[in-house]
């Protein structure tokens, strides 16, 4: 079974959405350590129910909180590291040593929208399609090999929370997604562009909401 160590900064419905996967089989994939930059992020509260270690490590000193967060992840032999809302940059020392074995969810298209607030950008330039976008992180943020994206309509009268809420529903399900690809061996990082493998599809298995949905899903 993939280690999976998940970096979440606030009240971690991804999270929330990988540990379903997992105790479901959907994927055959355990999260054995839940990290936060927050004390008070909900997404430590969910792991303790779920009897997953949960560590808040301080960030006050970045050098040392990337440094406590990899010992965290090898004390576990972690062999994927997931970003599920962890709001903050790594440093490349950091990203270039799980290269490959490190992955991002973005609430938009990227590479559009990048960066903090990404349903608001989305609002507020007037784009009809959005969506959601899982990544190997790289040194630059929201910028690494794009492994799933999905793609959410725009309503006219959506406020910045309303579209938050649709993407979120589509997010829950390409994070692990892209989880079950990477434990099934099926990414293939080529420069810039990621190669899905042939092998099972869940539209085929399961029912989802009518949004459009990369090849691989
Ligand atoms: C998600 O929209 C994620 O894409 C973004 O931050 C949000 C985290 O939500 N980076 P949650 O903590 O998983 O509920």
New binding site residues.
């Given amino acids: 079974m993939l280690k999976v160590g998940v970096l ?10 990988i540990i379903d996967a997992c105790e479901k089989k959907m994927i055959n994939a355990k999260v054995v350590a839940v990290i936060s930059d927050n004390e008070k992020a ?2 430590l509260e969910r792991a303790k129910k779920h009897g997953i270690e949960a560590y808040f490590v301080d960030a006050s000193d970045k050098e040392k909180h990337e440094r406590k967060m990899d010992e965290i992840l090898e004390s576990h032999d972690v062999e994927l590291v997931v ?5 903050r940059i790594l440093s490349p020392w950091f990203v270039n040593k799980w290269y490959g074995k490190l992955i ?4 938009a298209l990227l590479p559009s929208f990048k960066g903090i607030d ?2 608001r950008q989305a609002i507020e330039y007037g784009v009809k399609i959005t969506g ?1 976008t899982t990544h190997f992180m790289d040194e630059k943020p929201d910028h690494g090999p794009i492994i799933l994206q999905a793609a959410v309509r725009v309503k006219e009268d959506d406020t910045r929370d309303s579209l ?1 809420e649709r ?2 529903r589509v ?1 829950h399900q390409i994070l692990p997604r892209s989880i079950d690809l990477f434990e099934q061996g099926r990414l293939v990082i080529e420069g810039r562009r990621v190669k899905i493998l042939p092998g099972d599809s869940w539209l085929e298995k399961y029912s989802y909401p009518d949004v459009l949905y990369s090849e691989g899903y």
Avoid: D, F, K
Avoid at 104 to 107: G, K, L, S, V, W
């Fill in positions: 979440a900064s606030g009240r971690g419905t991804n999270l929330q959405a909900y997404a970003g599920a809302g962890y709001m991002n969810i973005h609430p990404a349903q959601c938050a993407i979120l997010e």
